[in-house]
């Protein structure tokens, strides 16, 4: 049984029984510590998940944007100003024109750093 569980946190849960200090070589690290350790080991992966979400989300709408503009005819696109041959091209501009855009609307609102506080 444990005697003092604010003090201590069991990792393993082969054991069922721990009195008194840890033992040597354990690390003995009070529970909001392994939390906050456990929420930063965990945002990376996420964020990871995350972008790589939004950028097949990006790809499908290109894809679905690239088959809308394949089935216009040739005369069609001639009056919108493109050739067959430059439709993905002209979407993958119009993607990073966007995702330049989102950037610096990231920036601008990104708060200021304190004075004298180095870029990290």
Do not use: Y
């Amino acid at each position: 049984m444990l005697r003092d569980s604010s003090r201590f946190q069991v990792e393993s849960p082969f054991v069922s029984s721990f009195s008194g200090a840890a033992p040597s070589g354990c690390s003995a690290a009070p529970a909001s510590a392994h939390s906050a350790s456990l929420s930063q080991t965990l945002a990376m992966p996420l964020r990871l998940l995350r972008r790589a979400w939004f950028r097949f989300v990006e790809h499908c709408n290109l894809r679905r944007a690239e088959r809308g503009l394949m089935v216009l005819s040739d005369r069609d696109l001639r009056d919108i100003g493109l050739h067959r041959t430059q439709i993905l091209s002209a979407l993958m501009e119009a993607a990073d024109k966007r995702t330049d855009a989102l950037r610096v609307r990231a920036f601008a609102t990104a708060p200021p750093r304190a004075k004298g506080a180095r870029a990290s």
